[in-house]
């Protein structure tokens, strides 16, 4: 069972009407945990791993557009005493430091679950606005919540207790001596890239799972088998487009890569080099038609000796930059009829509210996703009214993520126990907004310590591939690594 017992606390739009303070009870609020911190709207570090890489937001994929709640259910939490099972266990080689985990089942006949996000309980104050920063968790957890009700009627039991970290290191080192971080079999969350380095140490040093759910960055953990990343990566992203595109066009012969000058433009070109490597299978294939391009003022973009005229041009921008993206599709759409064009690009273009979207229709607009939810799927609709009847407003995109994420961790610690990141070839699963695909991202491959490979964290390798079509998104594809 879930140890939850249910009080609804009502919202009037954006007013808390009564004391939304209750709030700091069901976050197992502490005077030390909920020291005030420094407003501002915090870094959650999921962007690629660059400075100039565009918005601090997550990269990732609105079906909905994100209304001010209605009302929102709170819970205060029970946590039963468990049974005292083999405890959690890092084993790390005393000669290496190396970190592995068992590889058996550990069942327990019921697990316990942190819920670590930022709140930011310590900015309400009564009668006032529900802060900004505070949407995301909200949003998340709400879905989180009703991936519990289903889990309760699967038979799962659960004890959850559901901390705030403010987005604040000093937060999370304390909340990390609690007795219910420490007696967790997993932890879901935090979300900022500094926290996400702290609770990640606390996992090797453990062996309590920790799972990653909205990060994207590559440079937060070493040696850690204890980290999983809910979301793919900017890297895994660009390798399972490239994946894509040569298995829908018979090869990459025909594609072009059309690029902005300057770091960020050559990072997203390098992921899509090295992809050409791997999916090649040579280590020096023929490389990619890279155009890179400096938009100014008088900018010419000549593509006419480029493009084919008999075949279809594949050409990706990976650009989140509406101007640039927007300049070139313009380029693009005016030659189309002489040099027909796919053109892929990233998932960021779907908030692209300043661009003419008849390009985006010309050229069959083609974009990964880290998870879509299809307006018609049955389980989608099911959702939406049940979260609408539930919240008072329809889901978001991080409320499909929270549901998705906390239902498929859930069944695995039911099926496979505390030490379920050995099964994930066993567990591909497809979900209304996500799918989930663990594979291992192994410490400099092909350079084993003491002969076995070094296993730095366990990533999401499954993406969606979206087609813009009568002006709206549509699921065409999902491709997920080897």
């Known amino acids: 069972m879930i140890s939850v017992r249910n009080h609804l606390l009502q919202l009037n739009g954006n007013r808390l009407i009564p004391l939304f303070l209750v709030l700091i009870v069901l976050l197992g609020a502490s005077c030390n945990a909920f020291k005030p911190i420094t407003p501002g709207k915090p870094d959650y570090g999921q962007n690629d791993n660059n400075p100039d890489s565009g918005s601090n937001q997550p990269d990732l994929d609105p079906t909905d557009v994100t209304q001010p709640p209605g009302k929102v259910d709170t819970v205060t939490w029970e946590v039963e005493d468990p049974l005292k099972p083999p405890p959690n266990i890092a084993l790390k080689d005393p000669t290496t430091g190396v970190v592995s985990i068992p590889m058996e089942k550990v069942t327990k006949s019921s697990y316990n679950m942190v819920v670590m996000l930022p709140f930011f309980i310590n900015r309400v104050t009564p009668m006032g606005d529900t802060p900004e920063e505070s949407q995301l968790a909200l949003e998340f957890y709400e879905g989180v919540k009703l991936a519990l009700d289903q889990l309760e009627n699967e038979g799962v039991k659960l004890n959850i207790n559901v901390l705030d970290t403010q987005a604040d290191t000093n937060v999370v080192k304390i909340l990390l001596s609690r007795s219910e971080v420490n007696n967790a079999d997993i932890i879901l969350g935090p979300i900022t890239r500094d926290n996400n380095r702290i609770v990640a140490r606390f996992a090797r040093e453990t062996g309590i799972v ?8 590559t440079d937060i953990v ?22 894509y595109v040569n298995e829908r066009h018979n090869g990459l012969q025909q594609v072009i890569v059309i690029a902005p000058e300057g770091r960020t433009g050559d990072l997203r070109v390098g992921y899509l080099e090295e992809a050409n490597r791997l999916i090649s299978r040579l280590p020096n294939p023929p490389e990619l038609n890279t155009i890179r391009f400096k938009l100014e003022e008088g900018a010419v973009l000549d593509l006419t000796e480029t493009l084919q005229t008999l075949d279809s041009n594949v050409v990706i921008i990976p650009s989140r930059d509406q101007g640039f993206v927007g300049f070139v599709m313009r380029e693009l759409s005016l030659l189309r009829e002489k040099h027909p064009t ?30 879509f939810a299809s307006p018609n799927n049955n389980m989608v609709v099911d959702f939406k009214r049940n979260y609408l009847n539930k919240v008072g407003i329809l ?21 496979y126990g505390v030490y379920f990141q050995g099964f994930f070839d066993e567990a591909d699963a497809l979900f209304m907004h996500s799918g989930f695909s663990f594979k291992p991202i192994y410490q400099n491959p092909g350079i084993p310590v003491e002969g076995e490979a070094v296993i730095s964290q366990y990533e999401n390798q499954l993406i969606d591939i979206i087609e813009f079509d009568d002006f709206k998104y549509r699921r065409v594809g999902r491709q997920k690594g080897n």
């Open 210 to 217: 920790v799972v990653s759910p909205l990060n994207t960055r």
């Open 222 to 243: 070493e040696q850690n088998p204890f980290y999983i990343q809910a979301n793919p990566s900017s890297k895994t992203i660009f390798t399972q487009l490239l994946r």
């Open 342 to 371: 796919i053109v892929y690009g990233m998932s960021r273009w779907q908030e692209f509210e300043r661009i003419d979207f008849n390009y985006f229709q010309n050229l069959s607009v083609h974009l990964p996703s880290s998870g």
């Open 395 to 415: 889901p978001t995109t991080y409320a499909y993520k929270g549901y998705d994420t906390c239902l498929y961790f859930g069944r695995m610690l039911r099926d």
